[in-house]
Every structure is written in structure tokens, then in C-alpha cells.
């Protein structure tokens, strides 16, 4: 018996089919790992801030130190993301390096390079990327990602945004899947989409990828509405270690996730949660200050 | 062919596929194609009138805690009893197991294997390998395995259904160095246990194999 390979794209793709109907926790430090870990998180996101103080704070946002990423992967037995910089491949490789899970090549962080992504298929190991409609979220599977977050506006607590994506791919999905083959090569040209992939689409009616949603999620009510929209988990960032109960919140969001479509249980878990992290109106921030518009 | 496997007829068994998390769909479209009725689980009241049970591949600790907070270890471990047949997929292969090294999380506890957890390494780790499956026939099947678990002892009440040798059972970094094979499919009456990904692939024989023993199940 042989024809071993690894990395394949099963593989990489097949790791998101397992983290389906999960939460994705931004954590900052060992501690918040292990909270996270125990209220039941599919898989951690190893950041030095979360998009909320990343958004306070300002400045050039970059990779974490790798020698928090370890500690934390240390730390906890479910997979461990973390986040490059749209288009630093190099930042890429020392995740790679480091022996972690999945890279998140993130509009939260500062933009590397203007122009272009990181080639996704160079490497082992997969990556998740952010995007705000189809065409965005096919182009990024184009070159190489193998799960697809949509982005929403991070660090923000307002889940608007995510609403906004979500419901623009999935509307999407469903005006492909009901074209005819000789529309196809313009609707590729249209949504600036890899023609194969919108063929696949045609016959499938679904992204031949996972998709997550992300960015403003801080309630369980607010998880459960995206995965009614079509997402098929959620990251939740600031939501969860910027409230007032951490453990709580985490739990209720990882059960509302579960039981999305019962809306007995989301009562349930949503009370007496504690105070939910200050969100933001999406009008409020300044224009060159939204995220989401960084990467193309 | 050592079985004879599973082909559509008109009594269609119920089979459910615990859902908290993970990949159910992908189950719950292959049984749907074989002919199975599919009931989601996620409650104890779910469980009723199942014929067979699959718990799919996911994150073995956020399935655990969800089980144990839902109340399904119960109604799942009177399923086993019953002899009506469980099927564990990678994480679900991990909360059937007696045995996984001594680590602290909620398991349902049935099946007499003893499971090592991310036996293989990282993601960077996860690899595809064509298997020698006999109880499926000669034709090898794709195992997909991601951040998979493997069998490191087969008690006596269990029975070894596959294992991998050469490149990818060296690829154990804990297997035994005198013999680097590691098993990743067992069977225990009516418990079956799978390291890898039948529903990732194409490839139906292990659910035909496992509606067979559903069917089996229901003659006596």
C-alpha cells in the first residue's frame, strides 16, 4: 500500500470540514487559551492584541511573536491558528515554520504589500482568508486558500458587516447556481472570479470551500444569526475576552452555535451573560480605519 | 469479497449522526445516497428509534463537553447496550475509546481500544494513504487523515480491522520502533472505529459496511 502524500488539499480543506459547526477564539495569552479550550472552542487564533485594542491602539499590526504562538500551542490540545499580514509571505513561512495549524492571512493586520496575496498553494500548510462577497472569496481560493472566513468589521462588537458579506455570498451562490452554462464565462469576468470555480459553483450551488463568518460577532444571538444566514461556524475576536464573563460568554456562543436553529436554547444561554464588549457604529470609524476594505 | 456489503432495499434503516460539531454533513449526504433515513442528534430525544448511530470527525473535546452538557453519554451508552451498531469517525473514534492515555476530557467510554490523540503530529502532519481494509476487499481505501488519532492497543474484546505500515506508520512518532504499523480501524460487535475519513472520500464501502451491520442488527 502507498501513494502517501501530505498537505494534500483534502487535507488542508478536510481540517475546516472538521471545525464545521465550531467556534474560532481570538486569545492573547496561555490563560485565555485554556478558558477557551474549555468552554468548548474548535480551535484558538493566537494574536499579541485583539482587533479591538489593534483598532485603539493603531500603528503598524503585525505577526505575533512566535514565541507566544508556541507557548499557547503548548497550551492547548485543539488547533492553533495565527494571523500574517495580507501578501508577507515571509511571515507565512515562520508560521509554517513554527508547526501550527492554519494561517489566517488577515485584513485585521497591516496590509504588506498592496498589490497582491500571498500564493497560498506554495505552501504545506492551509490557509483562511477573509472576504466581503464572492468574487473575493473565489479569488482568494484562486490562489490557494482552503477555508474562507467572510470578514465583517473587527473589533467592532457590531455584527452588521458580517450580515452584510454573508448575506452577499450567499445571495451570490445562488443567482450562479441558477445561470446558464453560456452565462458563466460573464459572470467570471463580472465578479473578476476564476472561470473554473464559477462553473463548479453552477453545479454545486455551494463554495467549494468552508465558510466562516467573522468580525463583529458578540453575542450568542449574534452567532446563531450567521450560521441562519449560511455560515457554517463562527471566529468570534473581541467578543468574548472583552466582555465581562469570558468563560460564560464562550460557552453560551459555542452552544448557540450547536443549537442555532433553537431558539429555547439561545434564551437560555443568552442570559445573564454579563456585560457584552462596547460595540461601535460601523458610521462612526473613520473611512480609511475600516478593515474589511484592505485586500481585493 | 470477505462481506457481503450493504445495497439499497426497501426497509431503509434510521441512522442518526450526532451533530454538535464536526463534519455530520458530509455523513449524513453519504447515508442519504446509500438510502439510509438521516436524523440529525442533538438531543436525547433524537436519539429514539435510531437502527445505528455514526459520531463524525470534529474537535473530540467541544463534542465531549457538548455531550455531557445535552445529556446524550447516557442514551448513547444504552444504544450500545442495546446492541444497535455506533460508529466513531476520527473524534468520534476517540469518544468511543476506553482508553485515551490518561487525558482529561469527557469520553462516552464503550469500545476496548486504547486511542492516542494527534498521534501524527500538527496539521502540517495530516496525510492521505491508500489502506488495506480486508472486510472491505482487495481494493485499497483512501484514508484521510487530519490531525487523526490512532489505535495503540486493540483489547481483547476488539478486533483489528486495518493498520498502516511503511512510510505513513513510521510516520507515528510514539508507534512502537520494533514495529512501526499502527492500527486505525477496529471493530467490537457492534461498535466500529475509524482514525481516518470515509465520508471525505468517494468512496462508500465503509458505510455500506456499517448499514450492513445495522441490518444484521436488526435480524436478531
Redesign the interface.
Known sequence: ????????W??KV??A??????VIMDVVTVEQAKIA?ES????VMALERVPADIRKQGGVARMSDPELIIRI?EAV???VMAKARIGHFVEAQIL?AL????VDESEVLTPADEEYHINKHDF???FVCGCRNLGEALRRIGEGAAMIRTKGEAGTGNVVEAVRHQRAVSSDLRRIKSLGKEELMTAAKELQAPYELIVQINETGKLPVVNFAAGGIATPADAALMMQLGSEGVFVGSGIFKSGDPMKRAKAI??A???FR?PQIIAEVSKNLGEAMVGIEISQIPTDQVLAQRGW | MALEMYTKNSNSPKIGVL????????HLKMLTELGASVQEV?LPEEIAGLDGLIIP???S??IG??MI?YNLVEPIKEMVASGRPVWGT??GMILLAKDIGG?NQPLIGVMDIKVK??AF????????????IPVLGEK?FRG????APYIEEVGPQAEELARL????GRLAPQGNSTNPAVIVAARQDNLLATAF?PE?TGDSRFHRFFLKMVEEGAKD
Open positions: 500500500m502507498s501513494n502517501f502524500e501530505k498537505s494534500t483534502n487535507t478536510g481540517l470540514q472538521m471545525l464545521k459547526g465550531g479550550e468548548g472552542a474548535v480551535a500551542k490540545s485543539i488547533p509554517e508547526g501550527i495549524d492554519y504545506k500548510i492551509p459555542v452552544q452555535v450547536t443549537h433553537n | 451533530a454538535l460539531q464536526g463534519a455530520f454533513i458530509e442533538r470527525g470534529g474537535e473535546t467541544t463537553k457538548l452538557l476520527c473524534a487525558l490523540r494527534n503530529g500538527s496539521q502540517l502532519d495530516s496525510f492521505e494513504t491508500d489502506i488495506a485499497p484521510v487523515f487530519i490531525r505500515s511503511g512510510e505513513s475519513h471525505l
